[in-house]
C-alpha cells in the first residue's frame, strides 16, 4: 500500500508559493498608488497626448504579476490533479465492508468512492485495483470466496465519520480513465442481513 500522502503539508507549499509571490510584487504595484488606493498620475506630453510613465511602469510590474501568477496557479491544479486525479462524476460515498476481522469484534472497513447512487459506487468501488486485492486477502483458501460482507448502513456521505477511512477516489479517478468496464469481477461480497 502506499504511503499516505500529507494533504495538509501539500496544500501549504502551494500557500508558502502564493504568499511569496505576493510578498515580491506587492512594494514594486503599491509605489504607484497614493495611501488612498488612488494611482499617481505623473508622465509627459507626447503628440498632444498625455503618457503617464508611471502607468506604464505600473502596467509593466502587473503584467509580470499576472504572468508569475498565472504560472503559480498550473503549478497549484497541476499539483491538484497530481494529489486527487481529474474531477468524477457523482458524489461521495462511503461504504463500509467487514471482513473475517469481524468474527473477533474489529471495526468495519470504510472506504469512499463517487458515484451517482449508492449502488453505482458500490459498483464502481468493486472495480478497484485496491478494493479486489483487500477483498483476495481476505480469503481462507484459495478456493473460497473472500469473507467480506457489505454492510448496508447510511453510506450518503462521508463526512462527520468517526471512524477511519480508506479514500479510494484518486485510484478511482486513474482507473476510470482507463477501461475498466473489461476487468473480471471477484465475487461480490455477501450482503447483512
Not at 514594486?28 to 506604464?56: C, H, M, N, S
Not at 498550473?74 to 461521495?92: K, S
Not at 471495526?107 to 449508492?118: C, K, L, Q, S
Request: with cysteine.
Amino acid at each position: 500500500m502506499d504511503t499516505p500522502t500529507d494533504f495538509i503539508g501539500e496544500i501549504h507549499k502551494l500557500i508558502t508559493a502564493y504568499q511569496k509571490m505576493c510578498a515580491f510584487h506587492a512594494p514594486l504595484v503599491k509605489q504607484y498608488f497614493y495611501d488612498d488606493g488612488r494611482f499617481i498620475p505623473t508622465g509627459f506630453i507626447e503628440r498632444g497626448w498625455e503618457v503617464p510613465l508611471q502607468y506604464a511602469n505600473y502596467k509593466e510590474h502587473f503584467d509580470n504579476e499576472a504572468y508569475e501568477g498565472l504560472g503559480l496557479l498550473r503549478t497549484v491544479m497541476g499539483r491538484l490533479l497530481e494529489l486527487a486525479g481529474p474531477p468524477l462524476a457523482g458524489q461521495a460515498f462511503t461504504l463500509t465492508y467487514a471482513g473475517p476481522e469481524r468474527h473477533d469484534g474489529e471495526a468495519p472497513y470504510a472506504f469512499v468512492v463517487n458515484g451517482a447512487d449508492i449502488a453505482d459506487a458500490r459498483r464502481r468501488l468493486e472495480l478497484l485495483p485496491f478494493f479486489r486485492q483487500w477483498c483476495e486477502e481476505r480469503r481462507e483458501d484459495p478456493e473460497s470466496e473472500p469473507d467480506v460482507e457489505f454492510l448496508d448502513e447510511d453510506h450518503h456521505s462521508h463526512a462527520g465519520l468517526f471512524c477511519p477511512y480508506i479514500d479510494l477516489r484518486h485510484e478511482q479517478s486513474a482507473v476510470e480513465t482507463d477501461d475498466v468496464e473489461g476487468t473480471p469481477a471477484v465475487p461480490l461480497p455477501r450482503q447483512e442481513g
